[in-house]
């Protein structure tokens, strides 16, 4: 069963009554990493250097706790 950790981004947020739009991006830094590679994010920039995901959110727990910026985990298993 494969599974798959990408680290991503908050890139903006559409707060809205009831629901929130997300847009997510993978993790990259702009002024380039440190050469020996301790930088997480330039580990996973190099595995998944290119991701987007757009979502809308209407559970009342979670909507308006997303600030853009923010960085999260997402973990793929395949549903089986």
Do not use: C, H
């Not at 002024?31 to 559970?59: C, H, K």
């Not at 706790?65 to 997402?74: M, R």
Request: no cysteine.
């Amino acid at each position: 069963m494969p599974k798959m950790r990408a680290k991503m981004q908050v890139l903006s947020v559409n707060d809205q009554p009831g629901s929130t739009g997300l847009v997510l991006g993978a993790v990259y830094k702009k002024d380039g990493y440190p050469e020996d590679g301790s930088d997480e994010n330039n580990t996973f920039a190099r595995w998944t250097p290119q991701a987007n995901l757009n979502m809308v959110i209407n559970n009342p727990d979670l909507v308006g706790t997303f600030k853009t910026g923010e960085e999260y985990y997402l973990d793929f298993t395949l549903a089986e």
